[in-house]
Each structure stands twice: as C-alpha cells, then as structure tokens.
C-alpha cells in the first residue's frame, strides 16, 4: 500500500478517537544528517570509507490518558552521492514507523517499528557500532523497561528486533537486547549490555549461527572542574557457527573507558585488551552477522579509540551537534575518523475531545 493512500486512513484514526476522552493528536518530525569520513589505510582491520547522509522521519500519532501513544510515520533516508546507473533516485530508502507505546514514571513498552532512540541502555560500540546505530535506526518487534524513581540512572530493559524473515531471498534474523544499570550513592555505579543475535539460514541455504556478546562494567562518574566517567568492563563473545563447525568460540577481553567533558568540548577514550571478538567474520561478517565496530576483530590484542571534539545539545534539547576527530589504533597502525552530526526532534501535541471533569 502507498504512503499517501496510509496517511488518510491514520489522520482519520486519530481523529475519530473511538470515543475516548482527553486526547491529544501528535505532530512532529526527527531529522538528522551525518558525514563520516574514515581513513584506515594504515589499519589491517577495517577499511577507509566515506559515509554521507542525511534522513527526515515526519510522524502523527495520537495519545490518550497521558499513558497510551499511537504513531505513524515514515523514514525516509538518502545517502549523498548514491547513483543508480545514470540517474540519482529520489530517496535512497523509505521505510515505515507504526507502533504503540505505553508510558507511566517507571514503566515504556512499545511494539511495533519504533526508533532506536526508544532504547536507553548503554551499549558498547562492541555490541553496535555507530554506523549500525544510523543506518539500522528501526527495531521491529518489542521493547520493556523499568526506571526507578528512588534512585537517579536506575534502569533495566529489554528489547527484540525481528530482522530478517524466513524465504528464499533472506535468512530468519532477530536480535535480543537488554540493558541495566544500578547508581549508588558518590555517583558509583554498575550495570550491563547483552545482545543475543540468532543469525539462521534461508530456504535456499540452511544453517544458523549464533552470536552472542555480554559486557558487565563497573564506573565512576564525578565532578571535579571537568565532569569525569570512568568505566572498567569485560567483553564475553561465545558464538558458534553450526555450519562450520559445532564448537563454541570464546573470546573475550577487557575495556577501559574514560570521558571527559565540559561546555560541550569532549575527550573520550576506550582501551580494549583482549582477543578478536568476531572469529567467524570470514564466513558471515560480510553479510551482516556482526553488529559491533569492525576493530574489535583485531588478532593483535590491542585497540584504542580516542575521540577529541563538540558535543552538545541546544534550543531544549531540540538540536543536537557533534563534530570530532577520532583516532583509532589497532595493533597494526593508527587510521583517523572525522565525523560531524546534526540533528533535530520537534513534537507538538494538541488537545482534542473533551476533557473529563
């Protein structure tokens, strides 16, 4: 069915309201546009590349009793340069966002196609990297989370992205994500990231891989002229390609992350140390089996990644800006990464119907 034909059919929905009261219609648009320019010659494990794009994702929705949220809306993505023979396309990608949310002080479910901004654990770039972030923005399937009211930065949550569908043309994907963190007191804290990736095989080619990453840390995060967060953790990746062979690979090693900010200027740095925790990348890593940053399949035991630059939000939160330089080592040579990120969430909500007494 065509966009244009859907539009109708939900401003109609949102307007009829079934007869609810106290409700508010939901008009807003995210956009957001990234330049990242990468160069890895001296680096043996990722590759030099440029990314440009830009994507605009308009929404309407409708919201009754302060709790229940439903919205529609389209994301639309081009990437800058992109040719198809002699003509540039309109659009390199459209894809839809339909889901229901559910909203109280402690409690966010969702189901449907929602942002992956609806996430709010913190996962390592081992678990997704910041491209996958940007380009694989939609999760299809569920998400669930408590956030405790007693104590700041207390969260727990779970989530499942259906990625991939049983056929002829594409393998049966989903990915299970969770995340929690518990804040003590003097801005001690502990938590963890876990993402569970069921890489199976289509009609045409059958087998199935699985691919898991658990990351436990433990951190501080004080203030002392500059705002600090420092962070120890372990990164645990068993997987096993049952097409392969029937053995688990274990790899596993440890990460140092250290962030520094203030007025928006920001100095962060991850050191990890350890082993390659994508072995099968020869087999299925081409094809989308890992969803980390591609350095964590170093053999040499060693990657750091320092990140020098601006990062800060304006306008309420509305606009957020991030340009940097960021240095990676691998074991085999330093490569540099200029980014710069822009981007923009409005919302406005409108009161419809009648309110109770």
């Known amino acids: ?9 939900v401003v109609a929905l949102c307007l009829s309201g079934g007869g609810l009261r106290a409700q508010k219609i939901l008009v807003g648009a995210d956009f957001a546009t990234r330049f990242d320019n990468r160069e890895y010659a001296n680096n043996d494990f990722n590759q030099s590349q440029t990314l440009f794009s830009a994507r605009l994702t308009p929404r309407v929705g409708v919201e009754w009793q302060e709790k229940n949220r439903l919205v529609f809306g389209v994301d639309m993505l081009q990437n800058f340069g992109q040719h198809n023979g002699a003509r540039e396309p309109f659009l390199s990608d459209v894809k839809p966002l339909m889901y229901y949310r559910f909203s109280t002080e402690n409690v966010r479910a969702a189901a449907g196609i929602f942002d992956r901004k609806e996430l709010m654990g913190d996962y390592s770039p081992a678990l997704v990297s910041d491209s996958v972030a940007f380009y694989h923005n939609r999760l299809s399937g569920f998400l669930g989370r408590y956030v405790s009211t007693q104590r700041e930065k207390t969260y727990v949550e779970m989530a499942i992205d259906w990625e991939g569908m049983y056929s002829e043309e594409s393998r049966e994907m989903f990915r299970i994500l969770s995340a929690g963190r518990y804040t ?6 502990f938590g963890y990231a876990f993402s569970m990736f069921h890489f199976a095989g289509s009609k045409l080619d059958e087998n199935v891989t699985d691919n898991l990453i658990v990351n436990p840390y433990a951190g501080w995060e004080f203030d002392a002229f500059f705002d600090f ?18 053995d688990w ?5 440890g990460q140092i992350d250290l962030r520094i900010t203030r007025w928006g200027v920001k100095i962060e740095n991850n050191l990890y140390l350890g082993e390659n925790l994508q072995p099968l990348w020869q087999y299925y890593g081409p094809e989308g089996l890992y969803a980390g940053e591609r350095f964590y399949s170093t053999t040499e035991h060693i990657y750091n990644r320092t990140w020098i630059g601006y990062d800060r939000k304006f306008f309420d939160d509305t606009m957020h800006v991030e ?5 990676h080592y691998d074991g085999t040579g330093t490569g540099t990464q200029q980014m ?18």
């Open 340 to 357: 710069v990120k822009l981007s923009v969430d409005i919302q406005k909500l409108f009161d419809i119907g009648r309110k109770r007494n």
């Open 184 to 189: 003590l007191d003097g801005g001690f804290y």
């Open 1 to 9: 069915m065509h966009i244009r034909k859907l539009l109708p059919l």
């Open 323 to 327: 340009a940097g330089m960021v240095f």
């Open 229 to 246: 967060d420092v962070r120890a953790g372990l990164l645990f990746a068993p997987q096993r390609a049952r097409s392969v062979d029937h």
């Open 249 to 253: 690979k274990k790899p596993c090693g």
